[in-house]
């Protein structure tokens, strides 16, 4: 029996079902174990995509779904890109860069540091038919030789002392926690961001719930004259920030 903590949709009980048809005691024993049911299942719909997930990358999140839907709202208001090149750090899974590039119609650059996310993020991108260049690289110290003019990440953000879901632990920590309370990466990328974009850019990240104004400071640091958009997602909360140069 599931746990009631761990309760999951019927939906996804069938589902599993048929998919471990001579094995749900052991199924159940991992639910109950806090294992994710994405990873169970395999994968997850993301912007209308199919996404493979497993062990190799962080799960898709809903939140992240609107990072790309407001990504790609702006960019479509904006005159200043007659040809897009766009730039994702840390792709994970490749559910970003996909996505962008089906939605966009372009081709789209992506980085991680981890070989078997990027094999992950491969595979997806050939399921779904997608034009992503994934490279493998550590954006602390990695060289990157083009120029862009769209930046977009959802970096580590979670502190280290942040109560999170138990299922997370099963999830690549170093996808999840980041030191300088969460905000370590977002000092990296905009730091080294100079180096790589365009005078015009546009400049998306997720953010903690109570990271907006920090990260507002640390990108006025380096972009003073941008204009910056704090944006909430669909629970109300603080989740995504714009540093748009013009």
Same mark, same amino acid.
């Given at each position: 029996?599931?746990?009631?903590?761990?309760?999951?949709?019927?939906?996804?009980?069938?589902?599993?079902?048929?998919?471990y048809p001579n094995n749900m005691d052991e199924i159940i024993?991992?639910?109950?174990?806090?294992?994710?049911?994405?990873?169970?299942?395999?994968?997850?719909?993301?912007?209308?995509?199919?996404?493979?997930?497993?062990?190799?990358?962080?799960?898709?999140?809903?939140?992240?779904?609107?990072?790309?839907?407001?990504?790609?709202?702006?960019?479509?208001?904006?005159?200043?890109?007659? =040809? %897009?090149?766009?730039?994702?750090? &840390?792709?994970?899974?490749?559910? !970003?860069?996909?996505?962008? @590039? /089906? $939605?966009?119609?372009?081709?789209?650059?992506?980085?991680?540091?981890?070989?078997?996310?990027?094999?992950?993020?491969?595979?997806?991108?050939?399921?779904?038919?997608?034009?992503?260049?994934?490279?493998?690289?550590?954006?602390?110290?990695?060289?990157?030789?083009?120029?862009?003019?769209?930046?977009?990440?959802?970096?580590?953000?979670?502190?280290?002392?942040?109560?999170?879901?138990?299922?997370?632990?099963?999830?690549?920590?170093? =996808? %999840?926690?980041?030191?300088?309370? &969460?905000?370590?990466?977002?000092? !990296?990328?905009?730091?080294? @961001? /100079? $180096?790589?974009?365009?005078?015009?850019?546009?400049?998306?990240?997720?953010?903690?719930?109570?990271?907006?104004?920090?990260?507002?400071?640390?990108?006025?640091?380096?972009?003073?004259?941008?204009?910056?958009?704090?944006?909430?997602?669909?629970?109300?909360?603080?989740?995504?920030?714009?540093?748009?140069?013009?």
């Amino acid at each position: 029996m599931i746990k009631k903590e761990r309760y999951i949709s019927n939906t996804d009980y069938e589902l599993l079902k048929k998919l471990y048809p001579n094995n749900m005691d052991e199924i159940i024993k991992k639910i109950n174990n806090d294992y994710p049911i994405q990873y169970l299942i395999g994968d997850v719909d993301f912007y209308g995509y199919t996404i493979k997930v497993d062990e190799r990358a962080l799960i898709p999140r809903f939140e992240t779904e609107g990072l790309v839907d407001n990504l790609i709202k702006l960019i479509k208001t904006q005159t200043n890109y007659p =040809a %897009l090149k766009i730039l994702e750090i &840390g792709t994970g899974s490749g559910c !970003i860069a996909i996505t962008l @590039s /089906k $939605e966009l119609d372009t081709t789209v650059d992506a980085l991680d540091i981890s070989k078997d996310a990027i094999d992950l993020a491969s595979s997806n991108a050939v399921l779904n038919n997608a034009n992503v260049n994934f490279a493998l690289g550590d954006i602390k110290n990695c060289t990157i030789s083009k120029k862009y003019n769209i930046l977009v990440s959802n970096p580590p953000y979670v502190k280290y002392d942040e109560p999170v879901d138990p299922a997370t632990k099963y999830e690549p920590q170093n =996808a %999840l926690f980041a030191h300088n309370n &969460g905000l370590e990466f977002y000092e !990296i990328i905009l730091k080294r @961001s /100079k $180096e790589f974009l365009e005078s015009k850019n546009i400049i998306a990240f997720e953010i903690g719930c109570t990271e907006g104004q920090d990260i507002t400071n640390i990108a006025k640091s380096y972009y003073p004259n941008a204009y910056i958009q704090v944006k909430k997602d669909l629970a109300g909360k603080d989740r995504y920030i714009f540093i748009i140069n013009e």
